[in-house]
């Protein structure tokens, strides 16, 4: 398949259709990267209708308050290789207990895929097409900080999950609509499956 060196469509802004910052619901569900069946899930450029995991394997879910944990996404250029976007993630272990700092170590040697929802919805149409984010899709994600002070964001251990170096991704996002239009309950089943029982 060629690469495509054309834009397509018009690049508009629909007054109807704003921007809107930020993350929804307080959570994001952390997939091991190795846990999904890339096979069996279902993609149409940067859509993701289903992501299949294997066996009975889930995500485990990560949660906040107020708007303390983002993603953000970054072009990278690449002289030797193909050009991409890098991803990451950014959250907290909100206390310095034992079951966190064995979640800090699993953290640290793993790959992810995160899922989240966010502010934006999408979609004039009310079908919310664009509210699921998936990043690292294609390279995974990788843990790339991990840090806290005792004196600083109450003793929290900050951490990102990154594109790894020298891997990229092909979009700045993937968006998780299952369904088609006007069937964002499919969406939200979906994403709801990915969750731990």
């Known amino acids: 398949m060629a690469c495509s060196k054309k834009i397509t469509a018009n690049i508009i802004f629909d007054c109807a259709d704003s921007p809107l910052k930020g993350l929804d619901g307080g959570e994001a569900i952390i997939?091991?990267?190795?846990?999904?069946?890339?096979g069996a899930s279902t993609q149409t450029g940067a859509i993701l209708d289903t992501i299949t995991m294997l066996g009975a394997t889930t995500g485990q879910l990560v949660q906040w308050y107020r708007e303390l944990a983002s993603v953000a996404t970054a072009l990278t250029r690449n002289a030797e290789d193909f050009d991409g976007f890098s991803h990451s993630f950014l959250a907290r272990l909100a206390t310095t207990s034992a079951a966190n700092a064995e979640r800090?170590?699993?953290?640290k040697n793993g790959r992810f895929v995160v899922v989240v929802k966010t502010s934006y919805?999408?979609?004039?149409a009310g079908d919310e097409?664009?509210?699921?984010?998936v990043f690292g899709w294609d390279a995974g994600l990788e843990l790339s900080e991990l840090a806290g002070n005792s004196?600083?964001?109450?003793?929290?251990l900050l951490f990102t999950l990154a594109t790894r170096e020298g891997t990229y991704e092909k979009y700045p996002y993937n968006i998780l609509f299952a369904g088609g239009v006007a069937e964002p309950t499919e969406s939200d089943a979906v994403y709801d499956a990915l969750k731990p029982a």
């Open 121 to 124: 919805k999408g979609g004039t």
């Open 104 to 107: 800090a170590n699993e953290l």
């Open 129 to 133: 097409a664009d509210k699921y984010k």
């Open 31 to 38: 997939l091991n990267y190795e846990d999904i069946d890339k």
């Open 151 to 156: 004196n600083e964001n109450s003793s929290s």
